[in-house]
């Protein structure tokens, strides 16, 4: 992004999201029954795992238990 007074290229902030795709995501955690392994697997965080199932209504033991569908 560039400062629209002195044309300075800013920082937008934030981190770019991962979009590890839903399947892998849980196929791992399935793999590791862990969420900090799978976490480990992925390169990423175990908030990053809590997020994305918690955008599918789901929990890490749902997945883990195959209560999960692949969406």
């Keep these: 992004m560039k400062c629209p007074n002195c044309g300075a290229i800013l920082n ?3 981190r770019k999201k991962l979009n590890i795709p839903f399947k892998l995501l ?3 955690l399935r793999s590791y029954r862990s969420t900090e392994e799978a976490a ?3 390169g990423c965080s175990v908030g990053y795992i809590y997020q994305e199932l918690k955008e ?7 997945v883990i238990k195959g209560k ?3 969406n």
């Design 12 to 14: 937008t902030g934030g």
């Design 26 to 28: 849980s196929e791992t």
């Design 40 to 42: 480990k697997e992925l």
């Design 56 to 62: 599918k209504g789901l929990k890490p033991q749902d």
């Design 68 to 70: 999960a569908h692949h």
